[in-house]
């Protein structure tokens, strides 16, 4: 192929999700959790669990790191996040911010955001920074209630369930 304009084929990907992840460094308190996720994430790059199809890291400034997946569903997302080792981080991260804000956003071809901020210093982050706030409890405390929740709202995806 030449280079140039060029696009991609998601067919294969009906269910694709696309997560971009970010962790930033509130304190000098933050640096031990910031190297643990980063063990954690080098596991993932070593042994990547199912339905983990691409990672990238980036970094949005010197003391906030930015990591995007793709999934290949959000069924094996869910999953993942429910075993160890991602349980673990999540679990300990989640009682002890330890200086540090981590959020991530959730984007399903099929239809359906959400997004969660924990620890984060200002409010207008990613979508945080047009979409109205919201606590999250009841059906907003998990991510599959807030992609449920907000497919509710928007509707029908705009693309037919099967291809063939």
Not at 64 to 86: A, C, K, N, V
Request: hydrophobic residues 40%; contains cysteine.
């Amino acid at each position: 192929m030449t280079q140039g304009r060029r696009t991609v084929d998601l067919s294969p990907y009906p269910d694709l999700v696309m997560i971009l992840l970010g962790f930033r460094l509130r304190s000098l308190r933050a640096v031990p959790t910031f190297f643990r996720l980063g063990r954690g994430f080098a596991e993932i790059a070593r042994h990547p669990p199912e339905g983990l199809l691409a990672s990238d890291n980036f970094l949005f400034g010197w003391n906030h790191l930015g990591i995007r997946q793709y999934w290949r569903d959000m069924e094996t997302l869910s999953r993942f996040t429910r075993t160890s080792p991602h349980a673990g981080w999540w679990g300990r991260y989640a009682t002890n911010f330890g200086g540090a804000g981590f959020w991530h956003e959730v984007y399903c071809a099929r239809g359906g955001v959400e997004a969660l901020y924990l620890g984060m210093p200002e409010t207008g982050f990613g979508l945080g920074r047009f979409a109205r706030a919201a606590r999250p409890e009841g059906p907003l405390k998990s991510s599959a209630g807030r992609i449920a929740a907000d497919r509710a709202h928007r509707g029908p995806a705009p693309f037919p369930a099967s291809h063939e």
